[in-house]
């Protein structure tokens, strides 16, 4: 079993439609939580960063974290055709260590 | 801007070839990584580097080495390279004084070895 479970998708919606990503792990000790987003012939970029349980927002974007459970989200409102990409998500136990990242989900939102 | 280059966007090598995959930084980051992505394996971490001279293995690191001589240019060696390296291969850097873990990637080599 992997240490970070996600979809690979390919996740097809409606332009506007609200996007729900998900990621599982099985390592209680990940304190820090990150989702990544990866365009299509480019590297990863830092999308969203989170600190053990709760919400963040940013815009469209919000992170959320159950800790109990060991499930991340990602949820994209308004979703638009530029939100088409990969969406990884990655986790550590403490600043600075390794990253463990999840397979990767791919978002498709149609106009 | 953190800038992070490699050396080629595609490459194709023939089985027993030697190959070398180029990584440079201009940040003055400390940290450097190369991982290989493979379709629902996500990032896997080859080899790291927290120093000039300096690395450590990752996940994966049979069948590569690795070069830093300094600071901002990390190298990833294939010493004979076989089909099942035929992979996207990304570079990534990152300061020790960053809090928040952001890796910075490179766009990414796309091999193909036959």
Same mark, same amino acid.
């Given at each position: ?7 690979? /998708?390919?996740?097809?919606?409606? $332009? ?21 987003? !990866? ?8 999308? *969203? ?14 992170? !959320?974290?159950? +800790?109990?459970? +060991? ?26 260590? *390794? &990253?463990?990242? /999840? /397979?990767?989900?791919?978002? *498709?939102?149609?106009? | ?9 595609? &490459?194709? +090598?023939?089985?027993?070839? +030697?190959?070398? &995959? ?17 379709? /629902? ?14 690395? $450590?293995?990752?996940?994966?690191? $049979? ?8 600071? $901002? ?11 099942? !390296? ?27 070895? &036959?």
């Amino acid at each position: 079993q992997k240490e970070v479970e996600q979809d690979p /998708g390919p996740l097809s919606v409606p $332009e506007g439609a609200i996007v729900s990503l998900n990621c599982t792990y099985s390592n209680s000790a990940f304190q820090y939580f990150m989702w990544y987003r !990866q365009y299509s012939r480019k590297g990863p970029e830092l999308l *969203m960063y989170t600190y053990s349980s709760g919400n963040k927002e940013d815009g469209r974007f919000t992170a !959320q974290v159950d +800790k109990s459970s +060991k499930y991340i989200s990602l949820f994209i409102r308004d979703s638009q055709p530029s939100d088409s990409a990969t969406y990884l998500c990655a986790m550590t136990y403490n600043a600075g260590n *390794m &990253l463990t990242f /999840g /397979g990767g989900t791919r978002l *498709m939102v149609k106009p | 801007d953190v800038k992070v280059t490699q050396s080629s966007r595609y &490459l194709v +090598k023939r089985t027993g070839e +030697k190959v070398f &995959l180029e990584c440079v930084q201009d940040m003055d980051h400390e940290n450097m990584f190369w991982y290989r992505q493979d379709p /629902g394996l996500g990032l896997r971490l080859i080899y790291f580097s927290y120093d000039v001279k300096m690395k $450590e293995k990752g996940d994966i690191p $049979e069948g590569y080495s690795v070069s830093r001589e300094k600071k $901002e240019r990390f190298s990833l060696i294939l010493e004979s390279a076989s089909t099942n !390296q035929t992979s996207m291969y990304l570079c990534a850097s990152t300061t020790e004084a960053g809090a928040r873990n952001e890796q910075f990637f490179g766009p990414g080599t796309r091999l193909t070895v &036959l």
